[in-house]
Nanobody, 125 residues
């Protein structure tokens, strides 16, 4: 059983920054694709960024240049540094994983096998 636990969400003003963290635990393979996804009220869940074990990264066009995904393989953790936040970035953010070695192109939500409970991000104008 795999567990993913997110933290770091909160409320910020437009232009602000937040850093999300995700700790992976449980019976997991050393090679996996880790991703961040989000879902705003009334909208479908969408991929934001993903990173594989070798550090190859994919981003959604809407966050390129503003968000940075990283992983710490020794701690089995994922991070998402979010800068220049906009009100349209407001959503529930989820950490998720796929037991495969590649993450490019950005995987669709249905590809992910394990999910965290989510952490809320609210950006006010």
């Amino acid at each position: 059983q795999v567990q993913l636990v997110e933290s770091g969400g909160g409320s910020v003003e437009s232009g602000g920054s937040l850093r999300l963290s995700c700790v992976v635990s449980g019976d997991y393979y050393s090679t996996y694709c880790g991703g961040w996804l989000r879902q705003a009220p009334g909208k479908e869940r969408e991929g934001v960024a993903a990173i594989d074990t070798d550090g190859v990264i994919s981003y959604a066009d809407s966050v390129k240049g503003r968000f940075t995904i990283a992983r710490d393989n020794s701690k089995i953790a994922l991070y998402l540094q979010m800068t220049s936040l906009r009100p349209e970035d407001s959503a529930m953010y989820f950490c998720a994983a796929i037991q495969r070695g590649f993450c490019s192109p950005l995987p669709p939500p249905d590809d992910y096998e394990s999910w965290g409970q989510g952490t809320r991000v609210t950006v006010s104008s």
